[in-house]
Every structure is written in C-alpha cells, then in structure tokens.
C-alpha cells in the first residue's frame, strides 16, 4: 500500500512553454500532498503544500504564479510551471500523507525530470 | 527551522560490511524518518520511530533515537551493492505536517 505515482516522468520543453505535472496517490486519499524541488547532489526542498479543496501553501521565495499547485481530488494534485526557463530545469518529486498511528509518514513519488531548452 | 544534519556525508564501504548513518537535529520533534533515495529516482520511506522510541528495527535496517542528544542513527547490516543510494532523514516541522531534510548521506557497498 501507499503508492505515489507521478507523471511524466520526465519532459523536455521549450522555453515559455508551460507544463504540468500530476501526482496520484494510488491506493489512499492524501488531503495532503507535498511538491519538492531538488537540484543535482543536493537535498530535498520544500516548495508548497497541496491541500485538497483549498489553495496551496507556498514556502518562502516559491513563486506562486510561476508554479501552480491544483489539488482536485483526494488522490489528485498537479504542479504547473508557467512560462518555464531554462533555471527551472530540474528534478520534481510529490509525495502524499499517509496516516500511520497518529502520525503521519510520506510516501514519495518516483520524481519528474523537467528539462527547460 | 530544524533542520536534520547528517553525517558523514559520504561513506564507501564493502558489501557485508555494516554501514552506519548519522543525524542531527535543533528542535523537538514528535517522530523521525528515514528515507532512501536511488540515483534519478523519488525516495522510499524506510523507517518511522516516534520521539518515545528509543529504537526501531526493520529487516537489516536499525534505527535508534536519542532526543536528549537530539540525534538518530541509522544502521544498515550486511550491506549490499543493492543498498548503494542516498539516505535523508527528516523530522515534522513544529506541529506541521511538513517534514524538513537533512542533506543527506550517500552510501557506495562496493561489491
């Protein structure tokens, strides 16, 4: 149980364009998800978290108009980069809530390689 | 914030040897986690121990949990090539569900 799944897994796009990136929590509702950005040998940064029905929380010095976070459904979340540049190339990973005894462990999805031209 | 500080940051050992992680962190917290990460890939969950474990086992895995040094250690035993990767642990942040990252220590079991 507690599969995260993430699509594409990676994508290639031209400067301007804009490109989505969904997260599917397969087996389990996640009122919460997460969307992370992590650049090459280095750790995982939190960018906003994605909670069903209302709007996304943003971490400090994410643009939130640049990076757009729709959670639709209980096992839905998309991340959308707008405008995409060559300086948000990188590696995008979700992960989703799963309750476990009072708490909570995250599950991570496989990650999304977006490489802006 | 808190923020989990592993240590070493790199560390190269033989298959069957055991592999030993560290982490460090500033704040309480009410659990810690252990993640691995392949090279290019998400991360898996490995272990949760709450802030009243003192230690934790899964398979070779070994977790420990000192919150008056505030630090956990993670043991891998009987290493193998398969275990090579990047290991994170994280911790709540405040009483939020968010979880923030060490930076990481990355694990070569040479063969």
């Known amino acids: 149980g507690a599969v995260v799944s993430q699509h594409p897994s990676w994508v290639i796009c031209k400067s301007g364009t804009s490109v989505k990136i969904e997260c599917r929590s397969l087996?389990?509702?996640?009122?919460?998800m997460f969307w992370y950005r992590q650049f090459p040998k280095q750790s995982l940064m939190l960018m906003a978290t994605s909670n069903e029905g209302s709007k996304a929380t943003y971490e400090q010095g994410v643009e939130k108009d640049k990076f757009l976070i729709n959670h639709a459904s209980l096992t839905l979340s998309t991340l959308t980069v707008t405008s995409a540049h060559p300086e948000d190339s990188s590696f995008y990973i979700c992960?989703?809530?799963?309750?476990?005894?009072?708490?909570?462990?995250?599950?991570f999805g496989p990650g999304t390689r977006l490489t802006v031209t | 914030s808190q923020q989990g500080e592993e240590d070493p940051q790199a560390l190269s050992i033989q298959e069957g040897e055991n592999a030993t992680m560290n982490c460090s962190y500033k704040t309480s917290i009410n659990n810690l986690q252990w993640y691995r990460q392949n090279s290019g890939r998400g991360l898996v969950h490995l272990i949760l121990?709450?802030?009243?474990?003192r230690e934790k086992h899964s398979g070779r895995l070994r977790v420990t949990l000192d919150t008056s040094k505030k630090s956990s250690s993670l043991l891998i035993t009987a290493s193998r090539a398969a275990d090579t990767a990047s290991y994170f642990c994280a911790s709540p942040q405040g009483g939020s569900e968010k979880l923030v990252f060490g930076k990481g220590t990355k694990l070569t079991v040479n063969p």
């Open positions: 992960s989703a809530n799963f309750p476990a005894g009072g708490t909570y462990e995250q599950y």
């Open positions: 121990i709450r802030s009243n474990e």
């Open positions: 087996d389990f509702q996640a009122t919460t």
